[in-house]
C-alpha cells in the first residue's frame, strides 16, 4: 500500500493543477477589478496591474447601490439557509428512517422536482407571490429560495441520516434514553456536518440566485447583489468591465468568508469515535 | 375530514383572490406611475434619473418612480411582468423585442395617445420599427448605425481615400481598401461576427438585401439573392481569400476587438456607433481614432436598425399620463440629453438637429449624418425568425465566415432549412 515518491509528486501536480484551474478566475477577476481602463483594453494581458487603481471600486459603489444589495443578499440567503435547514432536518431523517411506499415516492418526486426548469415555476410563483402582496420583498424571496433549495436539501441530508448507524440509537435506547432524547443528544450532533453542508449550499445557492431576484424585486433598494451585478452590462453583452469586476469581487467575498469559517465543520470528522472499535 | 379541508382550500382561494394589488394610486388621488429603463452607462443613467426629477418637480399630481432595469433577461422579465399584471407602466425596450409582447396583447397601441408633436417629430421609416399590424407599440427614441472606426494615424499614412457619409466606400473600394492596409502582422479589418445574423443582415440593406419576402398572401419565405449575398461574399473573402480580415476575431464580441484595436493589429473595426464610449474610455493616450461610415451599395448607405424604445403596458391604468411622461422624455433637448448619454443618436428629426451632435468631436458628425439612412431591420416583424436565427442562419453563417462552406451551401442552408422554420410559424 505504501506510495511511490513519484506517484505522490503526481498526485500533488494534479492537485495543484486543479487548484490552480479552480482559482484562474477568481485571481483574473481581482486583477481585473484593480486594473485602470487602458489597461483592461491592453492586447497582452498582465496578471499584476501595472498602475493599480480604486477607481472601479468608487464608480461602482457610486453608480449603484452595493452595499444596501449586498445586505439584501446576505437576508435573502441567511434566511432561506436557515429555515431550509430547519424544516429539511426532520423531514430527512424520517424519509432516511422510515421505509414506506410513501417516503419512496417522496424521494422520487425530490428528484424529479430538480428537473424543472425555472421558466415553468415562474410565473405561477410570481401569480401566488403578487396576491400575497410578496412581490418586491425580501421576505417573499425568501420563501422562494426555501421551495426551490427544500428538495436538494432534504435530498442531502437524507443521505447524511443514512449515514449515522442506527445502532447508535439503538444501543441510546438499551440505555434508557427515550426518543426525543435519542435524537438530541445522538443523532443531531452526528448529523451537524450534514445539516452545516446543507445550509452552506442553500446559502451559496441562494446567494448566486439570479432569475426569481430579477423578477421579483423590482425596485433598486430591494435588489440582490447579482441583480445589481447585471445593470453594468449593457445591450448586446457590451459591458463597464472595471467596475463590473470590482463587484463581482465584493460580492464573491462574503460566500468565500462563510465557506472559510465553516468548513472545518463539514470536513471536521464528527463521527470520529462514534463507534466503538 | 375530506369536508374541512376542501373549505380549507377554498377559503385560501379567495383569500389570494382578495388580496389583488390597489395600482398606482394613492389615498390622494395622485397617480404613481413606474418606468423601467434599461439606462446602463453612468451618464445616461444620470441623464434619465435628472429628467425623472424634473417631471417630478412640475407634476406633483403624476410621480414617475425611476426602476433601473438592465438588458440581461429583460425579456423573461417583462414577460413575468405582464403574465403576473405587475408591469411597470413605462417600459424601455428593443424594438425587435416588442413583436410577441404586442402580439401578445400586454403593450397599449398608441396610435391616440401620442401627440402629433411627437408623431411629426420621428420619421415614419423610424415608425415602421414599432408598427405591428395597424398599431404603433413604442415610441422608437435612440438608435445606432454600425460604423468603421479607424485608426486614424493608419489611415494616414497609408494613403487611402478617407470616405465620408457624402463620398463612402464602396463595398468593392472598402475590400481593397483593407488590403492595402494589411500587411506586416496586421490586419486591415476586424469583424467581431459573435452575432453574424443581425450584423450582415442590416449591412445588406446597403446593397438591397431583403431575404426576407412577403408574398400577396402575407406569407414570408427566405430568398438569399445575389444582393443578399455582396456583404457575406466581401466578409467571406477578406477573410478567407485576401486574409486583410482576421479570423480570429470572426467569433468575437465587440469589445473583444478592441485591444487589438489599440495595438494597431488591425486598422478598423466595424462595431455600434455607441462602441465610441469604450474606445474613448479605454484607448491608450494619444491613440488617434476616427469614425467612418459603413461602406454602400446600390442602396446607398442604408442599414437596418433596431431601435430603443418606450412603451406603455396595456395593463397600465394610467395610459394618458404614462404618454404624457414619454412626451416629456422624448423633447427634443431632452432627447438630445438622453443621446449624448447613451453615445447614440436620437430618432426626432428636432433632436438631430442640436449642434451638440454636428461636432466633429467622437465622429457625432459623421454618426448623424446617416441617421436618415436608417431603416427597420429587414426581420423585424418576422415571425419565427428568432428561432431561424439560431438554428439556421447563425451556424450557416458561422461556417461560411469561417471557410467551412461555400456560398452554395450557404444559400442552401439559409433558404431550404429556414423556409422550414418559418412555415411553422405561418400555418
Known amino acids: 500500500m505504501r506510495t511511490s515518491t513519484g506517484a505522490r509528486a503526481g498526485q500533488y501536480a494534479a492537485l495543484l493543477a486543479y487548484l490552480v484551474f479552480l482559482a484562474f478566475p477568481f485571481l483574473w477577476l481581482i486583477s481585473t477589478a484593480f486594473k485602470p481602463p487602458q489597461e483592461l483594453a491592453g492586447l497582452h494581458p498582465t496578471w499584476i496591474p501595472r498602475d493599480p487603481t480604486l477607481d472601479n471600486f468608487r464608480q461602482a459603489f457610486d453608480e449603484q447601490p452595493l452595499l444596501r444589495a449586498a445586505l439584501n443578499s446576505l437576508v435573502a440567503a441567511l434566511g432561506a439557509a436557515l429555515i431550509a435547514v430547519v424544516i429539511a432536518t426532520p423531514m430527512a431523517y424520517v424519509m432516511a428512517r422510515h421505509r414506506s411506499r410513501l417516503t419512496r415516492a417522496a424521494t422520487g418526486w425530490v428528484v424529479v422536482s430538480q428537473a424543472f426548469p425555472f421558466v415553468l415555476l415562474i410565473i405561477p410563483l410570481f401569480l401566488v407571490l403578487k396576491n400575497l402582496r410578496l412581490i418586491n420583498s425580501v421576505p417573499g424571496l425568501v420563501m422562494v429560495y426555501v421551495v426551490w433549495s427544500l428538495p436538494f436539501a432534504l435530498w442531502m441530508l437524507a443521505g447524511y441520516v443514512r449515514a449515522v448507524p442506527p445502532e447508535l440509537e439503538e444501543a441510546a435506547a438499551v440505555d434508557g434514553a427515550g426518543r426525543l432524547r435519542t435524537l438530541v443528544s445522538v443523532t443531531a450532533p452526528l448529523l451537524a456536518p450534514g445539516i452545516v453542508a446543507t445550509a452552506l449550499f442553500a446559502f451559496i445557492t441562494a446567494w448566486n440566485e439570479f432569475f426569481f431576484a430579477l423578477v421579483l424585486l423590482k425596485t433598486p433598494e430591494k435588489q440582490t447583489l447579482p441583480v445589481i451585478l447585471t445593470h453594468f452590462v449593457g445591450a448586446e453583452g457590451v459591458a463597464d468591465l472595471g467596475p463590473l469586476a470590482a463587484a463581482a469581487f465584493l460580492a464573491t467575498l462574503p460566500s468565500l468568508v462563510v465557506f472559510a469559517l465553516i468548513q472545518r465543520r463539514i470536513t471536521g470528522g464528527m463521527m470520529a469515535g462514534a463507534v466503538k472499535s | ?427
Open chain 2, 1 to 427: 375530514m375530506r369536508t374541512r379541508t376542501a373549505t380549507l382550500l377554498v377559503s385560501l382561494a379567495l383569500l389570494l383572490a382578495g388580496c389583488t394589488d390597489g395600482g398606482g394610486d394613492s389615498a390622494d388621488g395622485r397617480v404613481t406611475l413606474r418606468f423601467q429603463s434599461l439606462a446602463w452607462q453612468e451618464e445616461s443613467v444620470a441623464a434619465n434619473e435628472e429628467l425623472v426629477r424634473e417631471w417630478n418637480a412640475t407634476h406633483p399630481d403624476v410621480r414617475v418612480e425611476y426602476v433601473q432595469g438592465s438588458w440581461e433577461s429583460v425579456h423573461d422579465q417583462l414577460l413575468t411582468s405582464f403574465e403576473g399584471g405587475e408591469a411597470p407602466d413605462i417600459i424601455h425596450d428593443a424594438s425587435d423585442d416588442l413583436a410577441d409582447f404586442a402580439h401578445g396583447g400586454y403593450l397599449a397601441d398608441l396610435s391616440d395617445l401620442l401627440t402629433e408633436r411627437l408623431k411629426a417629430d420621428i420619421p415614419q421609416r423610424t415608425w415602421e420599427t414599432v408598427t405591428f399590424g395597424d398599431g404603433v407599440y413604442g415610441v422608437p427614441f435612440l438608435q445606432e448605425p454600425r460604423v468603421l472606426i479607424a485608426n486614424a494615424g493608419l489611415l494616414r499614412t497609408s494613403g487611402v481615400r478617407i470616405p465620408t457619409p457624402e463620398r463612402p466606400w464602396t463595398w468593392t473600394e472598402f475590400r481593397q481598401v483593407t488590403k492595402e492596409l494589411s500587411g506586416d502582422g496586421r490586419y486591415g479589418v476586424a469583424w467581431p461576427l459573435k452575432e453574424p445574423v443581425s450584423a450582415t443582415l442590416n449591412l445588406s440593406l446597403s446593397t438591397g438585401g431583403r431575404l426576407f419576402h412577403r408574398g400577396a398572401d402575407g406569407r414570408v419565405t427566405v430568398r438569399f439573392e445575389e444582393a443578399d449575398q455582396v456583404v457575406p461574399r466581401t466578409i467571406h473573402d477578406q477573410a478567407n481569400t485576401d486574409h486583410s480580415a482576421s479570423a480570429t476575431t470572426l467569433g468575437s464580441g465587440g469589445s473583444d476587438t478592441l485591444p487589438g484595436f489599440f495595438a494597431g493589429k488591425y486598422a478598423m473595426v466595424p462595431l455600434g456607433f455607441a462602441y465610441r464610449q469604450q474606445i474613448e474610455q479605454q484607448a491608450p493616450d494619444g491613440f488617434d481614432w476616427q469614425v467612418l461610415p459603413a461602406p454602400a451599395g446600390a442602396e446607398g448607405l442604408d442599414q437596418g436598425v433596431s431601435p430603443q424604445t418606450l412603451s406603455i403596458a396595456e395593463d397600465s391604468p394610467h395610459k394618458e399620463e404614462a404618454a404624457a411622461f414619454v412626451d416629456f422624455l422624448l423633447q427634443p433637448d431632452n432627447m438630445v440629453r438622453l443621446a449624448l448619454g447613451d453615445w447614440m443618436l436620437p430618432t426626432g428629426t428636432e433632436a438631430l438637429k442640436d449642434p451638440a451632435l454636428h461636432t466633429s468631436e467622437h465622429g457625432w458628425a459623421t454618426g448623424t449624418a446617416l441617421a436618415a439612412h436608417l431603416r427597420s431591420a429587414p426581420a423585424q416583424s418576422v415571425r419565427g425568425y428568432p428561432e431561424w436565427k439560431d438554428k439556421v442562419a447563425t451556424p450557416a453563417l458561422q461556417e461560411y465566415y469561417s471557410g467551412a462552406i461555400g456560398i452554395g451551401e450557404l444559400r442552401g442552408r439559409l433558404e431550404d432549412d429556414g423556409n422550414l422554420v418559418l412555415a411553422r410559424y405561418q400555418r
